[in-house]
Nanobody
Framework: VQLQASGGGLVQAGDSLRLSCAAS??????LGWFRQAPRKEREFVAG????????NYADSVKGRFTISRDNVKNTVYLQMDSLKPEDTAVYYC????????????????????WGQGTLVTVSS
């Protein structure tokens, strides 16, 4: 699996943005979005099972971000609404092989494949 993230950019607080992550093949891979702000550790943002039926979010983005996937298009999305300046970061998509269709994963150490990252900047 290879991942290619896109969709980042400069927006104002309150705006929306949708990130995409295209892959060569996502069947049986749980997916996640992580982010790393300047001078901070990389952190979990959202995760989705390979079936798409289970999702999980960091408390800081719950209710504002939505993760989804299209296994036909081999793409995972992160819809980000009501963006805040503190959402400014490089966003990474990641994939983890699993035979469990309904599992998502929040621990970044378990992910096998990482995309190159896309920068999101939210101005106040």
């Amino acid at each position: 699996v290879q991942l290619q993230a896109s969709g980042g950019g400069l927006v104002q607080a309150g705006d929306s943005l949708r990130l995409s992550c295209a892959a060569s093949g996502l069947t049986t891979y749980a997916l996640g979005w992580f982010r790393q702000a300047p001078r901070k550790e990389r952190e979990f943002v959202a995760g989705i099972s390979w079936s798409g039926g289970s999702t999980n979010y960091a408390d800081s983005v719950k209710g504002r971000f939505t993760i989804s996937r299209d296994n036909v298009k081999n793409t995972v999305y992160l819809q980000m609404d009501s963006l805040k300046p503190e959402d400014t970061a490089v966003y990474y998509c990641a994939a983890r092989y699993t035979y469990r269709a309904s599992r998502y994963y929040t621990d970044q150490s378990g992910y096998d494949v990482w995309g190159q990252g896309t920068l999101v900047t939210v101005s106040s």
